[in-house]
Structure formats: C-alpha cells, structure tokens
C-alpha cells in the first residue's frame, strides 16, 4: 500500500511538473508561467508558483520561445524586435510603476496616466503642452473642403498614426498640414496623438469606472495636476479643449473637453483647422 500511495504522490508531482510553460526570453531568462494569451504585441501569462495570480504581460518582441506543458513550441527567433508593434521604439523599463509617477527612462520622460498590473507597461502623458490646428489643406478656413485621413483608430493613437505617414507618402500633403501630430512628433521617437480611448485615460486618471460624478472627476485631475505641479510642469486646463487623433469626418476631429459634460463633444467633432491644445503620450 505504501509502495502505491509513493507511485501517485510521484505521477502527480511529475504532471504537476509538466503542466507549466517556459518562456525563454532573448537575454537566455526563463519563465515558468501558464500562457493566457498571445496577441499581437504581447505575451500574457500567469506566474506557475501562483496561477490564481496577477496576469503578466511581456513583449513579443523580448521571447525567443515558449515551449508549452504538451511538449509543443513556438518560436519567436525570427521576428524583429518591436516589428510585432509597427516599429513602435519602446523605452527601457527598469521596475515597476504605478499611477502618477514621472517615467524617465531611455530618454524618454512623462507622467504615468495608464499602467498594467504588473506596474511595467503603460501610456504616458507628455509634461508639455501646445495648441495648434488638427489638419489642413488650406489655411483658409472658407475654403478648407476637408480631407479623410483613415485615422479612425480609438484605442491606438499609434495606429493612426501609421495612417498618416501612408497619407503624407500617398498624397501632397506634409507634417505642416498637421500641426498637432507635428507638435507631438517632434518631443521625439515615440510620442503621438493620442486616440480618443487613450484621451479618456486622462479623464479616468486613478479610477476604473468612467462614469463617475462631476465632484469624483474634479478631484480626479486636481490630483493629476498636483502631480504635474510637483514635477515643475504646466497643469491640465479644465476648461480646454484637448485634441486626439481620431477623425469624425473629412472635416472634423474629436476633441475632450474637461467639464463637467464627459465627452459630449464627441458627438460631432470640432473643425480639423480650429487651434486646440494638445498632448502627446508615449507607451512604455
């Protein structure tokens, strides 16, 4: 009997064993962990020694492999880094973050305004602001006709983007013509307009329902702009009108305005050639 009770404890110990993948990164380190999910951009995965955990998430670009707990692999050898991304040139991270905290790392600086769970991925927003004109053809307002740019992006500003170099390579239309992705293209590798989902990151800052009160979203950036205040940095207006990538139509854009109406400028747009203030984000 006791011989029997050994020979279960050692098959279960051994399947217990097995049911776990490695990651192996490109630095050689390895991850025992339960892949939850491979997207485009990223691995997700569970720690093995706790697999009722925080859902981790890492680069695509950073694994070299992951061999799965039924012998199976997948490798990752063969694809540039950061190509999975569009090329997006993400900044060294060396620890964890959290909400409101100044990134500084690689060259790049912002406040943290999105973060995952594991404190080492998120969305920055620029300690800088500007105001200038979403896109033009014609300086003119009365003879602005407007023009579709394909960024109709909500999530990814990063996407539109993309959109625009195809627009700028693809038509006679220049940087110049886009005032406010020209602004945040030139803080530097990385920076972008942000899209209308990522916009909203500002207005849910440290709060995972968006549908709070006006007294809950007052305090919400009061407690941004104390930060940026802390950091030397100018504040968020709560009355200004804030530009983001995502197009209406040919001949508007959205915009977020910080009052006590979320987002009821979104129905319709603002005119792509009225000047509005702008921020930059920057993922990590």
Known sequence: MKQLLSFIVCCLIGASSAAQDIILKRNAEQIEAIVKEITDTDVKYRKFTNTEG???????SEVFSITYENGTMDLFADEKPQAVAASYPYPPVSRSYSLGELFD???VRGIVIRVSEDGRHGLLLSLVEGKA???FINKNPLKEKGFASGCTDTEDGWKNILAIRKLI??????????PAFSWCKDLGPGWYLPARKELESIW???????????????EAIE???????????PELGRMRDYWNSTEADAKRAHILVFTNAPFKSYTKGTEKFAERFVRAVHKF
Do not use: M
Request: glycine share 10%; hydrophobic share 30%; no cysteine.
């Open 204 to 218: 849910n800052f440290g709060r995972s329902n968006p549908a709070y009160t006006y007294k809950e979203h007052k």
């Open 223 to 233: 407690k941004l702009n104390l930060r940026l205040a802390e950091y030397g940095q």
């Open 105 to 107: 790392e690689g060259g």
């Open 133 to 135: 004109a979403w896109g």
């Open 54 to 60: 925080v859902t981790y998430s890492i680069r695509r």
């Open 169 to 178: 390579a693809n038509t006679d239309l220049l940087w110049s013509n886009l």
